[in-house]
Each structure stands twice: as C-alpha cells, then as structure tokens.
C-alpha cells in the first residue's frame, strides 16, 4: 500500500515533468549538440571520433544537470504554490512517502531523458563509423555514472528545496555541484598547507560534499578502455548511500516544516 | 500587372537592402581598420593542466579535445604563415596530454613536430622527450610510443646508446613488433646510417593516420631516398674514374658506358645531376630537400 502510494507520487512527478516545454527544448538542443560533435571532428586529427564521444557524453552531462536543476528546485515548491500539496497530504500519505516520490519521479524523468540523449549519441556516433566496435560497449558505463551523477544532483536540490526558494535552491546546488567536481583539489590544498588543522578542516569538507569528479570517466572510453566493475560497483554504492542520506535529511526537514 | 499589396512594400524591401547593403559596406570598412588591433600575440590565459582540470567541472577529456584541436590548428596556421616560432606547442601539447593522457595522437604528434627543427617544427627534442616519457608512464600498453622514443634518441640527439635502449625497453611489450628488437640492435651495432633511418621513418609513415605526420614523414622518406640513390651514383662515378682516368662530364656519359641503366629521377621525378668532381646532385628545381645528412658520406677517393 505504502510502496503503491509512493509509486503514484512519482508517477505523477514523471507526468508532469514530461508535460513541461523547457524539457524537450533542452533535450533536443543537446541531441543537435551532440550532431554537430560530427563538424568539430573535422577540424581536428585522428581523433573525430573521440570528439564525437567526449561531446556527446558532456552534451548528455550538462543538459542532465540543467534538466535535474529546473525541475528539482520546484519539486516542493510548486506543490505548496499551487496548494495541490495540502490536498496530497490531506489523504493518508506520510510526508516522506511525498519526498520520497518526488525523488524517484525525478530520477525516471531523468532516466527517460537520457536514453534519448543517448539515442541521439549513437546514431551520430553509427553515422560517423558506420560500425559499432567491441569497446563501443564501454560508453553505456560512461552514460551509467552521469545517472549516477543526477541522481545525486537530484537528491541535492531535493535537499534544497524543502526548505529553501526555487532560485536560491537552483544556486546551491550549482555551487555544491561546482565545489563537489572539484573536492579533490580541495582536499590537496589542505594537503600541501602542512598545518594539519587545514588539513583535517579540508579532508571533511572532502568526505561532507558529493564528490562528482568519481563519475568522470569520458576520457577512459572515449578511447576504447574499459572501466573496472569494482569501480562501477563502488561508485554505485556511494551514490546510493549518498542520495540516501540527502533523502532522509530532505524527509526530516520536510516533516518538521509548517506547512500553515 | 504587379499587385497593390506588392507595390506598397517596394519602397521598405528597398530601404531594407539599401541599408543591408550599407551596412555590409560599413563593416568591411571596420574590419580593414579592426586589422592591426586583432593581430594581438597569441598568448596562453591559463598555461597550467592541472588547473584548467579542476576548472573544467569533471569534463577534463572533452577540454582536451579543445585544446588538441587548437594545437593542430597553431601548427597549421604557423607553417602556412611561414613562421617559425613555435613558442606555444609545447604548452599546448603539455596541457592536452595533462587533461587528457590517454590521446596518443598527441604524444605522436607532438614527438614530430616539437623536435623537427625550423620552419617544419619546434626545434625543442628534449621537451619531446619529457613529453614522450609522460606518454610511456601513461599509455605502458603502447609500444609505439617506445619507437617514437628512440627515434628520438636516434635522429634528433643521435644518442645511439639511448636510442637502442628505448628501443629495447619497447620491444619488451607483447604487443610489440618483432622489428624493434632489430632496430635495438642494428643502432647498437652500426649506430646512425641511412638504411637504418629509411626503416625509421617509413615505420612512422606506416603507423599514422595522421595526414601532417605522414606528409612530413615522407618528405624525410624522399630525401634520404635521394642521398641513397646519390651515394649509389657517386660510386659509379668512382668506378668511371678508376676506369678512364677523369670523372664522367655527365650521368648520360655514365648510361652510354653502361654503368648505370639509365638516369635516375629523385622523387619530385627530376634528374639528379653529376658536378665536375664526380659528387651527385638534385637537380635545382627539385622540391626534394637533403637536410638530414646524418650518416657519414662513404669515404671518396681523391680526384686525380
């Protein structure tokens, strides 16, 4: 019952994101992106293909983020807006049962958005070669850790928005985004200091944000080298125990908001 | 009979193109005078790999991509403008290869053309050097990297002892060719000779795709071609000599007594020419170019 309710939530996540204009803009943009990856190898050497992959997986990247952004930050927001949430919880819904689907409908639209992106990746990259070679294979893994990626995103500007404003909230979570892609350099910079206060000040601040720059594998299987499953295993686990700790702070912020 | 609707809108289409028309006049105007300002020097805003890394937010190989395609396009803009000063391809190079360690098409490159001396390259062997090694360390499965190592070593520095080192190291990779264990030990053996550098650079043309190491590779390929071929008229001439007492006044002179088939053409499909001492020659408007005498010329017997 609890799990069919949760499930209706983001199905209802999903339906409405997918109404959303700016969505198909976005998606469509980045499949032209990704096509036009086909002139930018003509201007370089030996590596048109390479190109092709490294566009289309950043182009698939960044347009994830834009998509995880603009809707994750009205995801609470535009429920308490429109009062459709008062309504929600009138029914016998538990407020994480609410946080809950949100999240999962977010991460289906996200899903469902790359696929296409993905679509748009490998005709482009079946029109440049003709073929698929064996390594091709290995973009899949490549296009796995930017879910990987959104998913954190998503339970980051879910975090964001439970209690904070859709702009401020789309702000936060570009600045973790930024200061988590680049957590090692903040974590060596502690390093090189030698004042070990610094350095245990920085080697939290490592542990605490989401480290993005751990899904960054463009540059592995843009030339044909595969990614090791311990390593997609263990990036699998931390997103999960990541997102799950932003959920469960998102759902206790949530429960202890007055919604009057 | 053109209709009203039309006829009221020809005065606005009018102005319309008229002012297109000076405004495209205008523009090329400013771009005459925009001239000697945009020719600023090309400068490097952020020189350092590691820190364009951290900036590029996670997308570090697509980054290098941009910047391997700049270093293509420098290289290319230099040599048509006839410059050479290649200040930034080392920097570049060190910055894609920083971003991105796994573009081999940038160690190879790079390896060519940071060493090729003026106005073909940067004339910098030991930044090709530090650049190959970082390859090595980054791509060990690559065992072309060793060749283009000791190549190197054997062309550029003539370092033979190094140069039969790298390509013994190279040659212990599975993937590697049986003929780098013979290259180890024909430098180690007979140092630099021309043969030796003929395989050399026809292995390099061989393995690249790439069309501006391959068009420079076999330019190479043509000027030894041609000091072989001279190397092989000389000793004809030589023979003419020791026979008849006086140099041939002619390769023809040389066909008519047999000891050549007829006259050779280099690869520009010119005729080399004889100079009264008996040495070879290309012929002047040969675009074929001999600057890579590297191999001790046989030794000649002093003329009568």
């Known amino acids: ?260 | 009979m053109i209709p009203a609707r039309t006829r009221r809108m020809a005065p606005t289409l009018g102005l319309l193109l008229a002012a297109w028309g000076a405004s495209a006049l205008v523009q090329m105007s400013v771009d005459r005078e925009m001239a000697r300002y945009r020719e600023s020097p090309e400068i490097l805003w952020i020189s350092s790999g590691k820190v364009l890394r951290t900036l590029s937010l996670g997308h570090q190989s697509l980054l290098a991509d941009v910047y391997w395609t700049r270093t293509v396009q420098y290289y290319g803009s230099r040599l048509r403008d006839h410059k050479t000063d290649f200040s930034l391809l080392g920097p570049l190079l060190d910055i894609t290869v920083t971003l991105d360690p796994q573009l081999t098409v940038a160690y190879y490159f790079g390896s060519i053309f940071l060493s090729e001396k003026p106005p073909r390259g940067a004339g910098d062997p030991k930044h090709a050097i530090a650049l190959l090694q970082h390859g090595i360390v980054a791509n060990p499965d690559e065992w072309r990297l060793w060749h283009h190592l000791g190549f190197l070593y054997y062309w550029e520095l003539r370092d033979y002892v190094r140069a039969a080192a790298a390509y013994q190291a190279g040659a212990k990779n599975p993937k590697a060719r049986d003929w780098m264990k013979v290259m180890a030990a024909a430098i180690t053996e007979k140092g630099g000779n021309l043969q030796t550098s003929l395989f050399l650079w026809s292995r390099i043309y061989d393995s690249s795709e790439d069309p501006t190491i391959r068009k420079n590779a076999a330019g190479h390929i043509d000027g030894i071609k041609a000091q072989i071929d001279m190397e092989a008229i000389e000793k004809r001439a030589q023979q003419f000599q020791v026979e008849n007492g006086r140099w041939p006044a002619s390769i023809a002179e040389m066909v008519s007594h047999g000891l050549l088939p007829g006259v050779p053409v280099d690869a520009a499909g010119f005729p080399y020419r004889l100079k009264p001492d008996g040495t070879a020659a290309l012929h002047p408007a040969s675009t074929v170019t001999l600057d890579y005498d590297h191999s001790p010329a046989p030794p000649r017997a002093p003329a009568p």
Not at chain 1, 21 to 46: C, D, H, K, Q, T
Not at chain 1, 173 to 178: A, G, R
Request: some cysteine; aromatic content about 14%; charged content about 10%.
């Open chain 1, 1 to 260: 019952m609890i799990a069919a309710q949760t499930l209706a939530i983001a199905r209802n996540t999903f339906r409405e994101a997918v109404r959303d204009r700016v969505l198909y803009n976005l998606v469509a943009f980045a499949v032209i992106l990704i096509a036009s990856a086909l002139l930018f190898g003509e201007i370089s050497i030996g590596v048109e293909k390479t190109i092709l992959i490294n566009i289309g997986l950043s182009s698939i990247s960044v347009f994830g983020l834009l998509i995880a952004i603009f809707l994750g930050i009205g995801l609470v927001h535009k429920e308490i807006d429109k009062r459709s949430l008062y309504s929600l919880l009138s029914k016998p819904i538990h407020r994480w049962q609410f946080v809950v689907g949100k999240f999962l409908g977010l991460n289906l639209t996200l899903l469902v958005n790359t696929l296409f992106m993905s679509m748009g990746l490998w005709g482009a990259l079946y029109y440049l070669t003709r073929s698929f070679q064996p390594e091709d294979v290995y973009i899949w893994t490549a296009i796995y850790f930017i879910l990987l990626e959104l998913f954190l995103v998503t339970a980051v500007c879910l975090f964001f928005s439970c209690f904070s404003t859709p702009i401020l909230s789309a702000i936060f979570t570009f600045l973790i985004y930024v200061v988590g892609s680049a957590a090692s350099d903040v974590r060596d910079f502690g390093t090189l200091t030698k004042n070990p206060l610094l350095e245990s000040l920085t080697t939290a601040i490592y542990y605490l944000l989401p480290n993005f720059s751990d899904f960054s594998v463009a540059g592995v299987v843009s030339h044909g080298l595969p990614v090791g499953s311990h390593l997609i295993l263990l990036n699998t686990a931390y997103a999960v125990c990541y997102a799950s700790m932003l959920v469960i702070a998102a759902v206790w912020i949530f429960s202890k908001r007055d919604l009057k």
